[in-house]
């Protein structure tokens, strides 16, 4: 499967003509990651323009899963092909969808790249099952490693670091492989055990 996308500004490039706040190397990583685990449901927190939620949602028609996004403010300028949910995910009618989402969705994959990755995570993350996968966006495993080794050379923004998220109390791991490799495109990739 090829992609067409175009750089715009840094941090942001259009995909199929909607923008995605991401780094243009998720190219490398998302469709072989899915070609590897397969997912019955994959829900992300933070649609904004929607550019990296049509990437999933196409990645979805190839692996054949399950996929809705959400996002407290409506940024999409035209009306997209993906299940969009114009509602918070921190509460309410949002939070519910989420949770019921993870009981009864399979083997699930959350994204999580809203307007609070450290909250978003650590409200998820104890309803995930084994198995499960949940990756935070604009991560660094410490500031210090974002500081020298991301920062001007792959992603400026790190909003949430290992020391954040509650790893230890939800049975998490680093995805073998993929967590170090998903730091190229500043996601973490964890799993449940
Ligand atoms: C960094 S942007 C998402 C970028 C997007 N995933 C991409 O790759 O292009 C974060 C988004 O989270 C949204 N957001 C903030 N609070 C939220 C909430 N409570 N529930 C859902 N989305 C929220 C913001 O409106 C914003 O569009």
Redesign the pocket.
């Known amino acids: 499967m090829s992609f067409e996308y175009t750089c715009n500004r840094r941090g942001?490039f259009m995909y199929y003509g909607w923008?995605?706040?991401?780094n243009t190397n998720i190219f490398d990583y998302f469709p072989p990651f899915f070609e590897q685990k397969q997912f019955d449901t994959v829900i992300?927190?933070?649609?904004?323009?929607?550019?990296?939620?049509h990437f999933i949602y196409d990645l979805s028609q190839e692996h054949d899963f399950k996929f809705w996004t959400?996002?407290?403010?409506n940024?999409l300028r035209k009306t997209p092909p993906f299940d969009f949910r114009n509602?918070?995910?921190?509460?309410g009618e949002?939070y519910d969808e989420i949770v019921e989402g993870i009981a009864n969705g399979g083997k699930t994959l959350l994204?999580v790249?809203?307007?609070?990755k450290i909250k978003e995570f650590n409200l998820y993350a104890p309803f995930l099952k084994e198995g499960d996968y949940i990756m935070t966006?604009?991560y660094a495993p410490d500031r210090e490693y974002h500081k020298v080794l991301m920062r001007d050379q792959i992603w400026e923004w790190c909003e949430n670091v290992q020391a954040d998220l509650d790893i230890y109390e939800n049975d998490l791991m680093p995805a073998v492989s993929w967590s170090q490799q998903f730091l190229n495109v500043a996601w973490s990739c964890w799993t449940k055990f």
């Open positions: 942001r923008p995605a706040q991401q992300e927190i933070g649609t904004s323009e929607g550019g990296f939620s959400y996002d407290i403010e940024k509602k918070s995910a921190w509460d949002g994204l790249d809203g307007g609070n966006h604009d």
